[in-house]
């Protein structure tokens, strides 16, 4: 598995943005064929073509306009017959988390944090004009960078970051509150911190200082389906992460995630995929 990681310095200073044509980066990311992760935000707008790309051993069919958003150590493979016209913006989380004091604000974002609906967003022509306009500021912005353009920036990312999550809520019926409860996105960050060692609700609602029956309800509301599910959900997500992004073998992940056998990593992860941990690792090697 390739990774990708953050040029900090691309441009002299530090900076943890940066938006350009697919086109300048030949050889490297959506034109590869080999399985790939970066270790930061990216969101491809295609302009004009179509393709497809394997994510979470599934086959995603995209057909221009339309939008991919992928939070960091996302594997994925791209399948093209020729590389589309594409603009991408990537950036690191603290650029924006440092901005607004929040580290909880990229939790707000469905894209992001969303493994039932998919991170593909068709739009109109119309509004993928709004969104090709907005990018060619921020590039023209990164490239004639001035003392006060990281405020500019983060202030154009901010804005473009809300108007997709209003249409990535609308187009698959969500429930599109951006300021959802805060104990909800606690929850969410929470996991992705502890995941490897707590797998029950109750150490998490002690965790958030609340009864399980409460922190039920609230996943229930915001996300329909109780917290269970949530942290089963969460759990196979990480899981595949390290099967992809990893060379560790099945029995040191099993043991890394606190299951008591390998065979129990084995038999929870062929139930909810229908696949063992070694085929759906061998899918992305084949």
């Given at each position: 598995?390739?990774?990708f ?38 969101i ?20 221009s306009?339309?939008i ?5 150590a996302r ?30 604000f ?61 249409h ?22 929470l ?10 609700v ?37 899981c ?38 070694a085929a ?7």
């Amino acid at each position: 598995m390739i990774h990708f990681h953050f040029q900090k310095y691309k441009y002299g200073k530090e900076l943890l943005v940066d938006c350009f044509n697919l086109s300048e980066i030949p050889g490297q990311s959506i034109s590869m064929k080999e399985p790939h992760a970066a270790s930061f935000y990216e969101i491809f707008f295609f302009l004009k073509g179509s393709g497809s790309m394997v994510l979470d051993g599934k086959k995603l069919d995209f057909k221009s306009p339309a939008i991919v958003l992928l939070p960091p150590a996302r594997p994925r493979q791209w399948v093209l017959k020729s590389v589309p016209e594409c603009m991408m913006i990537i950036f690191e989380g603290e650029f924006m988390e440092a901005f607004l004091k929040d580290h909880l604000f990229l939790n707000r974002l469905y894209f992001f944090g969303n493994y039932d609906s998919p991170p593909l967003l068709p739009v109109t022509n119309k509004n993928m004009q709004y969104f090709h306009e907005l990018l060619h500021a921020i590039k023209k912005e990164i490239r004639n960078l001035s003392e006060d353009s990281q405020q500019l920036l983060r202030a154009y990312l901010y804005q473009l970051l809300i108007v997709l999550n209003r249409h990535y809520t609308a187009c698959y019926n969500l429930k599109g509150n951006l300021y959802r409860n805060t104990d909800i996105l606690k929850f969410k960050e929470l996991l992705r911190q502890h995941i490897r060692e707590k797998q029950k609700v109750a150490e998490y609602a002690e965790l958030l200082r609340m009864n399980r029956n409460r922190l039920n309800q609230l996943c229930k509301e915001v996300f329909g389906k109780d917290a269970h599910t949530i942290i089963r959900d969460e759990l196979l997500q990480s899981c595949k992460n390290e099967l992809l992004l990893t060379t560790k073998t099945i029995a040191e992940i099993s043991y890394e995630y606190n299951f008591s056998a390998p065979s129990n990593f084995v038999r929870l992860f062929k139930t909810q995929t229908g696949l063992s941990p070694a085929a759906y690792r061998g899918q992305y090697a084949n």
